[in-house]
């Protein structure tokens, strides 16, 4: 069988899709005849991460490393087949493992084509690349150790660069951000300039006329050493291309020395820190221009991290830059916290998409260069504080310029330029490097942009908490802020925490007319927390909100170190009585390596009321975790009675109080003598190490005569029981921040801890201390301690503390506060036989006469019967609180019985179930009338064909729509991972609801049975 027959077999066609490719080496130029006619590219749906290059000619070892690293460098495709040398096999590998990882690393599988296992090759047919079901059957060879993006090594190769060159320049410039800005100088210089080489745009004919040697190149003038070389080579790259870069910041001759010119032209040959990927590896002719924002991470401060300043990956900003320019409308756009330029970037290519498809762009490169500046400086805007973020933004657009436009015609056309005018005007025209701000976005003295209107307004402003001493201060002191009526107040009576985010969506109005359309990445705690009130209420109230993506769930996929959740909000200038779509985004089957994608499923959109959030009514956090029917059930709790009535109170003041809070400035100054203009300058890390010396003084590890009272922490303790003690404390206690009244640790009360996986309590009646994450209460009416604790260590608890108070999904569980632990629910009558059974038990537990795990199930199963739950409320919470796995058959069957039962008591015909699991998929198949049964597509059928439609109708290479939920006339199909969690008893009767919402009317209040 040739391979002509061998990948016919496999669907595809060598005519229409594997597509004859050219690979041109300049200095292989030997592989580069060999390859002629040898090399086809089939490309995939862009979601599913499947293209692939097949390359017929046996090749050598050098020949197979070449080709690796080119086609890595293209990042292009997923997948090499190479025919072997005895032309017997295809060889499959994984393009995407960086050239470091060893070949026969990277080999997946190997098909023999003179006589095929059928079996194997069933795996590797078309619709499976199509589908991105290719990858369920490979899965597990994608080691995520290996897996190592183009982007991610080049940050690798280039942070070695800078740590070096920052090495060398430290004593040449001792101020921090200075040498800063000199060590990425020198660097975008570089890249930009490996870029134009690269690109053959300046070559030998260049450095002939203006230096007189066509053998010189860029890593030549380095090795000579010679600054006034360098210098003016930079200058003259500066006047043909009037790139800014090469003008700010000047690099004074004294920096350009020997040592730093052959440490850059080392790194060209070398890697500086692992000896193995160089500059040089990297090809900027075929590697995506959008990698170059991406090295903005290197000069990220650890600090800035902490304070919210991410790189912002592309999947990202296309989302919102496709949902804010919805129609093809060309308008100018700014970012008013550019970063690296991510969105700038993929702003200006959604308008030249549009330009394209207008048919507005010339023909002919040179006017394509030229229209593209144009459309550059009038339509693309942004401010950056930080001048090294600057820099990348303007690095990233200039590049924007040459994308797919053939380097040798520009090459010819600024040879021809230099010979006919001696000098090159074509990139001057239209500068657009004024466009790009270097300043504080939210200076109110001189204001960027003054009073321009812009039609797109997108960004992902930093998340830190405003200081005293940040110049962002003065913002929320000065900036005034217009209501309606009149009204102007100034920002700090709105903006909740001092959080600087906020300060940028009030700053939006000034730059912004009635028909502005704003796409913004922010904190969750902006929406969720309580601290934001007045920021919310100000939000629901001056905008018309369209679309809020809940990220919580996919924040590994979006920021791989941030600890802030965010939210995606779409929103126009002014107030909309409108229906707010709510996307809680999760991580589904494509979400992981090798896809990473965001799963945008429409039926899963929650209907939010933008006047109900205005009004109060609701709250967005609602839907933060749970849906409609785990709402339910939370309204059902919050209408008993509260804990707080339970709670002892003195003159008028609840007995509900945090513990200890050790140390803060007034402490250190009294006993360090530290000045508070002192401790100011101070790094976290030197405050911490003073906390500690304050600390040491005045705690103890072991219990000693001075130091004899038990201190806990929240990690001391379990339910019902103190596991550990942390440390021991003196009677004497009035030298902390927050000592609290001693009555706190005395006498019986219930402890509980506010961070943790779980709530946790226990009861107390010994002389103990604890810190202020821990929570004390002491009860009316002391009888009822050992059911209140119950109670609060319960599932039914932990489950409405989840769904209902939880601020953010994925911290620390559960960090509520007082008025979080008031409103806890307990029934408004209780079971006096219940009560005694339950405290009964958690008495016996306090004292540790059984462990916990020996009465949960059953403690839980009383408390579940003390507030009087049913059986589906019941089994939610159990669902809620399972373990994840597969699903096996037993699961499986209670899901699809119980679904039937569900829904049949309102269809006259018996209604059929047929499921399917493959790929990690599991398929339901309703038929809601078993006579038309053998009508439909069979589960099996429909996993396949669910795979392959997915992707093909949802073109974007970000991020993936789909629905969980099929409908035809009579049949429904429902699609979800092979996770138990997905396929629950509750889930069915969810599931079944949702069905007959769809299917069946209300009519005078109840839903009516039809065939």
């Known amino acids: 069988m040739s391979f002509v027959d061998f990948f016919s077999r496999l669907d595809f066609d060598f005519n229409t899709n594997l ?26 749906p862009p979601q599913t991460n499947t293209s692939f290059y097949f390359i017929t000619t046996p090749l050598n070892e050098n020949e197979i490393k070449v080709i690796r690293k080119y086609i890595w460098n293209k990042n292009d495709a997923d997948l090499i087949f190479l025919s072997s040398p005895e032309d017997s096999e295809i060889i499959m590998s994984y393009a995407k493992y960086s050239p470091t990882v060893e070949y026969k690393e990277s080999i997946l599988d190997k098909f023999n084509v003179s006589d095929p296992d059928l079996k194997k090759i069933e795996q590797i047919k078309r619709w499976q690349f199509d589908s991105g079901a290719f990858w369920l059957n490979y899965y597990s060879f994608i080691d995520k150790v290996k897996y190592k993006g183009i982007d991610k090594e080049l940050i690798t190769t280039l942070n070695a660069l800078k740590d070096e060159l920052d090495k060398i320049l430290h004593s040449h410039i001792q101020e921090t951000e200075k040498r800063g800005e000199t060590v990425q100088a020198l660097i975008d210089r570089t890249l930009y300039i490996k870029y134009l080489e690269d690109k053959h745009i300046i070559n030998s004919f260049f450095y002939k006329h203006y230096f007189k040697d066509d053998s010189l190149n860029y890593e030549k003038l380095l090795n000579e050493s010679d600054e006034r070389n360098i210098n003016e080579f930079f200058k003259i790259i500066h006047d043909i291309f009037s790139n800014q ?4 910041p000047d690099i004074e001759p004294k920096y350009i020395t020997p040592e730093i010119c052959k440490l850059i032209a080392t790194s060209f040959r070398a890697n500086l820190k692992t000896g193995q990927l160089r500059l040089f590896d990297f090809q900027f002719d075929v590697l995506p221009i959008e990698f170059i924002s991406s090295i903005y991470e290197i000069f990220l401060t650890d600090e800035q991290k902490k304070n919210g300043i991410y790189y912002t990956p592309k999947k990202l900003a296309q989302l919102i830059v496709d949902d804010v320019i919805v129609a093809d409308k060309i ?128 960004g992902n402003p930093p ?234 003084q005045y705690t103890s ?50 402890v509980l801890s506010r961070i943790g996986k779980t709530l946790k309590a226990v009861y107390l009646n010994e002389h103990i201390y604890f810190d202020f994450d821990l929570y004390v209460l002491k009860l009316k009416n002391e009888d009822l301690y050992y059911l209140i604790i119950a109670i609060l260590n319960s599932d039914l608890i932990n489950f409405y503390i989840n769904i209902h108070l939880k601020k953010r999904i994925d911290a620390a569980f559960p960090k509520i506060g007082m008025e979080d632990i008031k409103k806890i629910p307990i029934p408004e009558e209780l079971d006096e036989d219940l009560v005694t059974e339950i405290s009964k038990i958690s008495k016996n537990l306090v004292e540790g006469k059984f462990e916990y795990s020996e009465k949960e199930h059953k403690l839980n199963e009383l408390i579940f019967d003390l507030y009087d739950l049913s059986y589906i409320d019941k089994q939610r919470i159990k669902d809620y609180f399972l373990k994840k796995k597969t699903v096996n058959r037993n699961d499986l069957k209670l899901y699809s019985d119980n679904l039937e039962d569900s829904i049949q008591t309102f269809f006259k015909n018996p209604i059929q179930v047929e499921t399917y699991s493959e790929l990690n998929l599991i398929i339901v198949k309703i038929v809601l009338n078993k006579q038309y049964f053998e009508d439909y597509p069979s589960a099996k059928k429909t996993a396949l064909y669910v795979l392959n439609e997915i992707f093909k109708q949802n073109p974007n290479e970000n991020y993936l729509a789909g629905q969980e939920k099929i409908f035809g006339e009579y049949c429904v199909y429902i699609i979800k991972k092979d996770l138990n969690t997905n396929w629950t008893e509750t889930k069915a009767f969810e599931d079944g609801q949702d069905i007959l919402k769809r299917l069946i009317d209300f009519k005078n209040g109840k839903r009516e049975r039809i065939r």
């Open 19 to 44: 597509k004859s490719e050219t690979f041109y080496f300049e200095k292989e130029l030997c592989l580069t005849t060999k390859l002629n006619n040898s090399v086809f590219f089939y490309s995939s």
């Open 245 to 248: 870069l090469f003008d700010k």
């Open 331 to 458: 308008g100018s756009i700014l970012d008013p916290s550019c970063g690296s330029g991510m969105f700038l970037v993929i702003g200006y290519q959604r308008l030249l998409e549009i330009e394209q498809k207008q048919g507005n762009e010339p023909e002919d490169s040179i006017d394509k260069i030229k229209f593209r500046m144009k459309l550059l400086k009038e339509n693309i805007f942004g401010i950056e504080k930080k001048s090294i973020a600057q820099r990348f933004t303007l690095f990233s657009l200039s590049l924007q310029i040459f994308k797919d436009i053939p380097p040798q015609e520009i090459k010819e056309f600024i040879k021809h330029e230099i010979k006919q005018h001696k000098k090159i005007n074509l990139f001057s025209e239209y500068n657009f490097y004024e466009n790009i701000l270097c300043q504080n976005t939210l200076d109110v003295q001189k204001l960027p942009f003054g009073n321009i209107k812009f039609d797109y307004i997108v």
């Open 463 to 696: 998340f830190f908490e405003i200081k005293r001493t940040d110049e962002e201060i003065s913002f929320l002191e000065n900036y005034d802020v217009h209501l309606e009526n009149e009204k102007t107040v100034k920002a700090k009576y709105i903006i909740g925490a001092h959080q600087i985010s906020q300060c940028f969506f009030l700053k939006l109005k000034d730059w912004s007319n009635a028909d502005t359309r704003f796409g913004f990445v922010s904190n969750s705690s902006n929406f969720y927390n309580d601290n934001s009130d007045g920021f919310q209420k100000y939000f629901y109230t001056y905008y018309g909100i369209e679309k809020i993506y809940e990220l919580s769930r996919v924040k590994k996929i979006l920021f791989e170190k941030a600890k802030e959740s965010v939210v995606i909000l779409i929103f126009s200038n002014e107030f909309m009585d409108n229906m707010i779509k709510y996307y809680p985004v999760d991580m589904g089957l494509f979400s992981e390596k090798p896809f990473e994608l965001l799963i945008i499923e429409e039926d899963k959109a929650i209907g939010i009321k933008q006047r109900e959030l205005q009004n109060r009514k609701v709250k967005l956090r609602n839907y933060l975790v749970g849906n409609e029917f785990d709402n339910r059930m939370i309204n059902q709790l919050n209408n008993l009675s509260k804990l707080q009535e339970y709670i002892y109170s003195k003159n008028n003041t609840l007995f509900l109080h945090r513990g200890i809070d050790f140390v803060g400035f007034k402490e250190i100054n009294k006993e360090f003598g530290i000045n508070k203009s002192e401790w100011d300058l101070f790094s976290q890390q030197q405050r911490n190490e003073y906390y500690e010396k304050f600390k040491n």
């Open 701 to 750: 590890k072991e219990q000693t005569p001075e130091f004899n009272i038990p201190f806990i922490k929240p990690a001391s303790i379990e339910k019902f029981k103190i596991h550990t003690i942390d440390y021991y404390l003196g009677d004497d206690i009035s030298m902390f921040q927050r000592p609290r009244p001693k009555e706190l640790y005395k006498d019986g009360r219930i």
